[in-house]
């Protein structure tokens, strides 16, 4: 119980309620564990009854294109959340969901969400803050894929995991459980081969290291102004 209580505390978008408040949510919230690989939601599933609070594991969001092709749209961790569109308009899922690792959620019932929002104006603003987070978030990629080359979609994605994930440490950023060069290619809509090729010119220059689980960036202003992109 304490478990759910401190997770539910740290989730965004219940930072506005009160302890009884939270306390209340945790008594009502369902765990469930999924395996890797298995779906969790499903792009256009109109039973949307629910929004999903990340306990361990990881798991990732896509959105299917022409021919069947999937683009990923983030990779979340514990402590991050899910499914609240559809909960709130009552519209079909907008994308797919699955567990990248073996998973444990907490599962927030509808009926149970939009109880506590006719209650507490605070966490309807809190709704919005977070949605205007998103939106904007959502606009930046946008543009970043209509408008920028390869490097800087590969630089404003690790850019992104930075500021999303990132712990400093001095003047460096480390991102813990960092994503395999396929998913870095996916959030950045480009290929495998072009992530490899970008972020082996980072480590050249010395820019950033990349270990087994994370990397460690030693010069943010490299990927922000692609000064390593100008060079031979």
Request: hydrophobic residues 40%.
């Amino acid at each position: 119980m304490k478990h759910r209580v401190d997770l539910l505390a740290k989730v965004p978008l219940f930072r506005a309620l009160s302890e009884a408040e939270v306390k209340k949510l945790a008594r009502v919230v369902i765990l469930r564990r999924y395996e890797k690989g298995e779906a969790i939601l499903v792009e256009d599933d109109d039973s949307a009854n629910a929004m999903f609070v990340i306990v361990s594991g990881r798991i990732r969001v896509t959105v299917s294109g022409y021919e069947g092709k999937e683009a990923i749209l983030a990779i979340m961790e514990p402590g991050d959340y899910f499914g609240e569109m559809s909960v709130i308009d009552g519209e079909p899922r907008s994308a797919s969901v699955y567990a990248l690792s073996t998973t444990e959620l907490m599962v927030l019932r509808r009926e149970d969400l939009l109880s506590q929002i006719q209650q507490n104006p605070r966490l309807a603003l809190s709704m919005l803050i977070e949605f205007s987070r998103r939106l904007r978030n959502a606009d930046s990629r946008i543009t970043s894929l209509a408008l920028l080359g390869v490097y800087g979609r590969v630089a404003g994605t690790i850019m992104e995991l930075a500021k999303q994930k990132g712990r400093t440490a001095g003047d460096m950023v480390v991102i813990e459980n960092r994503p395999t060069h396929q998913e870095i290619a996916e959030l950045s809509g480009t290929t495998r081969e072009t992530v490899s090729r970008i972020l082996g010119k980072l480590q050249r220059s010395g820019s950033l290291i990349i270990e087994r689980n994370k990397i460690v960036i030693l010069n943010i202003k490299a990927l922000k102004y692609g000064e390593v992109e100008k060079m031979d």
